[in-house]
């Protein structure tokens, strides 16, 4: 989960490491910053060519729980970047952190070097689970799962868009939400998700104050029925968030819903995305009524702290 970085701080701490008498040094910083964005998008391409992977590192700071923590670790060999960990967390106990290190320098410990320093920087701050996140096409992430013993938590897909938009089925409107919806929004996607309200109105909130999100809220004849939102990312734009009040779920209001935001995104963005649990076969099965297609899979594998 990447998308356009925060507000970004020079590195508070650099550490360095001695790796078969190779020299490193690990910035930490709370979000990227613009000189390290081209250096960590041309590290991700030399990554891709060995290790075909989809997701990016950059940390997601506008939705973080925890918007004081350092959640970008960066490791530097004379200048040159060599290898990243991102942090994302959306939840205040749990993070997903995702990492990439250079061909030529791994096995070499560095992976483990950046884990450490990103564990003693969210020790403070009261995490007690780590998702590490990995695309079953990096073997490199697999054996760091199965060396580390790690237990599989959840897969997700992610689907792109492609064809035509279906007709919605019922007359629902779309319209950007607003602050004095806040709490209304908050207690839908709560009983839609499960969320405590304390994480529905966090969500609700990062999302109306992301630049990067569009938030819409659903209405049919005048009454609140659901929400989806439409974020810019580097891939294109990611559709989330979406959920139907539990009491009006099977009306085809969800469809109508996607069908609608589809529209609106296929106005201003080219590729169209969403992730998806593969054991939410519900949604599976509306996404792929409306034309999205699995396009990469990315394994959770679950570190208690």
Avoid at 241 to 268: D, F, K, Y
Wanted: hydrophobic share 45%; net charge negative.
């Amino acid at each position: 989960m990447c998308g356009k970085p925060g507000s970004s701080r020079g590195a508070k701490e650099v550490i360095a490491i001695h790796i078969e008498t190779v020299k490193f040094e690990i910035k930490r910083y709370i979000a990227l910053p613009p000189e390290w964005a081209g250096p960590l998008g041309q590290l991700e391409e030399v990554c891709r060519r060995l290790e075909p992977f989809r997701q990016g590192v950059a940390p997601e700071t506008a939705l973080s729980a925890q918007p004081g923590m350092d959640h970008l670790f960066l490791a530097v060999r004379d200048g040159a970047l060599v290898g990243a960990l991102g942090l994302f967390d959306p939840d205040a106990g749990c993070a997903e952190a995702t990492a990439l290190v250079h061909p030529e320098f791994r096995r070499r410990g560095l992976f483990s070097a950046l884990w450490r320093a990103a564990r003693a920087a969210i020790a403070p701050f009261g995490i007690k689970e780590v998702l590490f996140c990995h695309e079953p096409v990096c073997a490199s992430g697999q054996g760091v799962a199965d060396r580390w013993k790690l237990p599989l938590r959840q897969t997700e897909l992610t689907l792109e868009h492609r064809g035509v938009i279906p007709a919605p089925a019922c007359p629902v409107v779309l319209a950007p939400a607003r602050l004095e919806e806040l709490e209304a929004l908050a207690v839908l996607s709560g009983a839609a998700f499960g969320d405590t309200p304390a994480q529905a109105r966090h969500m609700a909130q990062a999302f109306l104050d992301d630049p990067d999100s569009g938030f819409y809220t659903a209405r049919l004849e005048g009454v609140l029925v659901g929400q989806i939102v439409l974020r810019r990312q580097p891939e294109g734009l990611c559709l989330c968030a979406l959920c139907v009040a539990p009491a009006l779920q099977g009306r085809g209001i969800g469809r109508s819903v996607l069908t609608q935001a589809l529209a609106l995104a296929q106005e201003s963005c080219a590729s169209i995305f969403l992730d998806v649990s593969v054991e939410n076969e519900n949604a599976l099965h509306l996404y792929t009524g409306v034309g999205f297609h699995t396009v990469a899979c990315c394994r959770y594998y679950a570190m208690a702290l």
